[in-house]
């Protein structure tokens, strides 16, 4: 049972740096998404994707790109690092946009930027 | 704008003692609810969910929480507390824009159980 798998599990980087943070479900739901999470914040929607080629943006998009080439995965990219980028950051999918179905979320990404 | 408040960002309990966590959305249309815990270092693993029908609505771990439609509340239970319920605790709300769900979060509540 991979669920959603999100690598990598940690990461350092300088700022000005790029770096793609991977997420990939095999249970062939249509719906996808990033959050990022900070403290006394809760989670907060980057990006969405409603299915494969179709995606749009959350709460807080401003220095992240995604992609959805594929139904299984979901990169989150961003451009130039930023220390306001420092977080956690988690990957959720569910089978559908338009239902009211459970929302499955990966391990998390703990993202330093120095 | 939908919102989620959960009122406490900390609750010290003792182990064995009852625990209610607190939260209040805003929504003027249909509301879908639902309480996620995080365990450290870990993902969002799914507490219990209110879609329609009754108003308590039983979890996992022996959670529960109670829809109140005339107070905004979905407020979560737990009668006796253990050390492993130490955790955090996040309520949210499934809303509907552009024919899109979305789930909001609250800013999540971090339970501390004591022996």
């Known amino acids: 049972n991979a669920g959603v798998t999100q690598t990598p599990k940690f990461q350092v980087l300088k700022t000005g740096q790029s770096m793609t943070l991977q997420c990939a479900q095999d249970m062939n739901h249509e719906y996808m998404s990033w959050y990022r999470q900070d403290p006394g914040m809760g989670l907060r929607l980057i990006h969405y994707?409603?299915?494969?080629?179709?995606?749009d943006q959350g709460e807080v998009p401003n220095g992240y790109n995604v992609s959805r080439s594929t139904t299984e995965d979901f990169p989150l990219r961003l451009l130039s690092a930023a220390p306001s980028q420092t977080s956690v950051y988690f990957c959720a999918s569910s089978y559908s946009a338009r239902m009211n179905t459970e929302a499955f979320f990966g391990q998390g990404t703990r993202l330093t930027v120095v | 704008a939908q919102s989620v408040t959960q009122l406490d960002s900390q609750v010290p309990v003792f182990e064995e003692a009852p625990v209610e966590l607190r939260c209040n959305y805003s929504s003027s249309v249909s509301v879908y609810l639902f309480w996620y815990v995080q365990y450290p270092n870990q993902g969002l693993q799914l507490l219990l969910k209110y879609l329609s029908g009754s108003t308590l609505v039983k979890g996992i771990n022996g959670f529960e929480a109670e829809f109140n439609k005339s107070q905004t509340s979905f407020h979560l239970r737990k009668p006796s507390v253990h050390i492993s319920d130490t955790a955090e605790y996040f309520c949210a709300v499934r809303v509907l824009e552009s024919g899109y769900n979305k789930l909001i979060f609250g800013a999540g509540t971090r339970l501390a159980v004591h022996p």
């Open positions: 994707s409603v299915g494969a080629g179709i995606t």
